[in-house]
């Protein structure tokens, strides 16, 4: 069992990724443990990393009620099936 850890959104080579309405519950309990709608306009408690290494670096904002990636951040391989490709996220 897990006794903690982070919740991140990942984006690769994808302009315009949009997340809203984040909820993290502790599957025992029923317990919120993080509810986030970005409708503050802000990313507080939030840190980007950037891994890719082609056409960054990457542009994160809380706009509009949801965290919104606008950039092309990526890495090479550009074979979608294989998994090691490197882009950019933003954890909690």
């Known amino acids: 069992s897990l006794t903690g850890g982070t919740v991140a959104f990942y984006s690769w080579g994808n302009t315009g990724s949009v997340f809203d309405n984040v909820a993290v519950e502790n599957l025992a309990t029923g317990g919120t443990l993080l509810t986030e709608d970005f409708n503050s306009g802000l990313m507080t408690g939030w840190s980007v990393v ?11 904002s809380a ?29 909690y």
């Open 50 to 60: 950037d891994e890719g290494t082609e056409a960054g670096p990457s542009v994160w």
């Open 63 to 91: 706009a509009s009620g949801a965290l919104v990636q606008s950039s092309n951040l990526y890495s090479l391989p550009t074979d979608a099936a294989d998994i090691t490709k490197l882009g950019t996220y933003a954890l």
